[in-house]
Structure formats: C-alpha cells, structure tokens
C-alpha cells in the first residue's frame, strides 16, 4: 500500500495533524508501544498545553517566523478544540503565570485516540532510513518499508531518549540538504562551579526568586539540587543562557537594609528559609550575628542577596531537558505550510526546528500551530 501520507512520530504536533487530516489515507510511525508518550509526562502527568498569553517573545528562534505560525493557530483556537472535545484545561495560579493545565495528561491521549481512529499506526516501531525515489518516499522502518506520496516529520528532538526520542528528525532533514542548528538541551538545570557547591548543600529546597540572563528576566521557583540548581525560572534561563553569567535576587520583594534591625540574628529576619541563609552566609564568609553588629562593609557584602552572580558549569544534559534548543533551520521551510524548501512534500513540525519556547505550555501551543498550519495545506 502507497500511504497520501505518512507522519513520523506520535506526538503533540503528528496527533494533531493526524487527527485532522480526513478523506486520506494517513499512516502514523513511533518507536514506542503507545502514542502521545511525551504528553503523558508533561506537566508532572498533568499536560501543559498552552498559555493565556502567548506571542513570539515566549520563543527563541526565527520572531517572523513563529508570529505567522501562531497567527494560523491561536491559543484560543487550541483552548476551543480541547474545551469541544470535553478536555477542559485550566489555569494554576499556583504554578507557571498563565499556563493552562489539564485535569489528566490522559485526557488529551484519550482524545486523540477516540480523533486518530482512521490512521493506520505503526507503534514499536523504529525509522531506520528515508529515501525519496519516483515521486515517493520509501521510509525503512524496523518492521519493513512503507511508502508515501508525502511525508511529514514530528518526531521531536533529543530530549527524554527514554520514550524514544532520537536524532532521526535531524538525520532526515541533513539527507534532504537542510542544515541543523547547533543542538542543546534546553528547560534544563544548571550544575555549578565549585564557588556554588553550597547550593548542593540545600537539595531539595525551593525558594522564589527573580533571575537574569541576556536581556531575559524571570520571577518564580528556584530549586536547589545535588546537582546544582533547578525549577522555572532555571528552566527558562537555560534557554537563553550561552556562556556568560546569570544575577538572581533571592530577595525580590525586599530590601535587605530595612529588614536588618534590631538585636536579631541576621537568620531570623530575612524571610528565608534558616538553611538557605546560613549557607548564603557562609558563602560569602558573614557569621550570623546580631543586625545590630553588621558593619557597613558587611552591609555591602550582603546586598549579593539582591544580585548574586554565577557563571553555570554546564546543565543536567538531554536526560533531564525538557526541550531541544536548535534544529532544522526555518529559513528553508515554508511558514505557509512547513513544506520543505529543498524538496517537495516532506514537512517538519514542532520541536525538531529551530523554534524553542519558553516553559508554560509554550512548546505545545506551537507544536500545535505548526502541525495546523500544516494540516491547510497539505
């Protein structure tokens, strides 16, 4: 059998195509045993799927580029056909500004289950090698070939290898001439260098705190790890982040001058956590003593709460990213359709290109986007 089309990956961005293509005959190829495994993980099993406010300053990557993807799709065009199709998110204040949650991360598998019914799927099911030959795609499979008068790439990037992520996107795309930007993990912690081992010291531990990066800003959880440091606002600066220093104010909502008063200890009058400002302390080689006796050089030493600099050692690599920094370069394919524009009727969607977003629910909404901008007109 010759597939109109063939979609390799069962993702957010393959279901959602997948699910809207009618009237062709459409084949659906993963590596793992059932689909959506990636949106069965996210969101701690809970899918964020969107945001309330979304535009491309939420994204690295081409600004033109995802503007006109997210244009073809919006956020309130996903929130009507998850709400249609009785998956009903909501916002949590309590996480993420802005980011819609679902009740399950079920609900949306469930939902492309019951929409994907008419595709033909081949899970636990390995791509090996495309060639394109006669006008067709001959796509060389673990379990034989299968060929396709058009082909469509979602198959991610390198992140969570174990539900099956792997480079076969890239592969694909460097056999038909594109180029690949240079591959990161991304939404990911930071180690850090031995001046900051005192964050190992309080794994475990959370606080809000604002960071800065670039010309990036992010106010939210702070996580210290064993390995260094993770939580939002670690995830997003590792997007941004390149090789130069990242400032947090652990202290965003305060000036440290007026709550230093008194014959308290130093550790009782910053709203902290003890362990956190003993090991802070420490770090900057300041005993925990009466306000009342702080110098004015210690004043200095302790305003570092407020912009504490730190040069990361590296991250916690693709096992722990959420995401792929880098891809199949956009400047080659077609914004109008994600057609390739170095050979006809092969598509790229969602994370294998260079667009990344930011974390809350941003690299779904654009997975989305692109495989709908896609679905019009292929």
Not at 80 to 108: H, M, W
Not at 136 to 162: D, M, R
Not at 179 to 191: D, M, N, R, S, Y
Request: some cysteine; overall charge positive.
């Amino acid at each position: 059998m010759i597939y109109e089309i063939a979609i390799i990956g069962a993702g957010a961005s393959g279901l959602m195509l997948a699910s809207h293509i009618k009237n062709k005959s459409v084949c659906l190829i993963d590596s793992n045993k059932k689909i959506g495994q990636k949106i069965k993980v996210s969101g701690g099993a809970k899918c964020n799927i969107t945001n309330n406010v979304v535009s491309c300053d939420n994204y690295l990557g081409d600004k033109e580029f995802v503007k006109k993807v997210l244009k073809n799709y919006t956020n309130n065009d996903l929130l009507e056909f998850l709400n249609a199709n009785n998956v009903q998110p909501k916002i949590n204040p309590k996480l993420i500004k802005g980011t819609y949650f679902c009740r399950s991360s079920q609900d949306v598998i469930d939902m492309f289950t019951r929409l994907t019914t008419h595709v033909k799927k081949y899970l636990d099911t390995k791509v090996l090698d495309v060639e394109h030959k006669d006008e067709l795609f001959i796509i060389k499979t673990s379990k034989g070939e299968i060929k396709a008068k058009k082909l469509v790439v979602a198959s991610g990037g390198l992140s969570y290898s174990t539900l099956g992520a792997s480079s076969i996107a890239f592969d694909i795309a460097k056999k038909f001439n594109h180029t690949i930007t240079k591959l990161e993990p991304a939404l990911v912690g930071f180690t850090v260098q031995k001046e900051q081992f005192w964050f190992k010291q309080l794994s475990g531990l959370s606080i809000i705190a604002k960071a800065k990066v670039e010309n990036k800003s992010f106010y939210g959880s702070l996580l210290f790890a064993h390995k260094g440091c993770s939580g939002p606002i670690i995830l997003n600066s590792s997007l941004y982040w390149k090789k130069g220093k990242i400032s947090f104010d652990f202290l965003p909502k305060e000036k440290i001058e007026k709550l230093l008063k008194g014959n308290a200890l130093i550790s009782s009058k910053l709203p902290l956590p003890k362990r956190f400002v003993q090991e802070f302390l420490d770090s900057i080689e300041i005993k925990d003593k009466p306000c009342s006796l702080v110098t004015n050089d210690e004043l200095k030493k302790l305003q570092l709460i407020h912009n504490y600099e730190l040069s990361p050692a590296g991250n916690f690599g693709y096992t722990k990213a959420e995401v792929t920094k880098g891809g199949v370069d956009t400047s080659q394919i077609d914004v109008n359709s994600m057609q390739s524009l170095k050979q006809k009727n092969l598509y790229f969607l969602g994370e294998c290109l260079d667009i990344t977003g930011e974390l809350g629910g941003y690299n779904f909404q654009f997975a989305f986007s692109s495989a709908m901008t896609c679905s019009y007109k292929i």
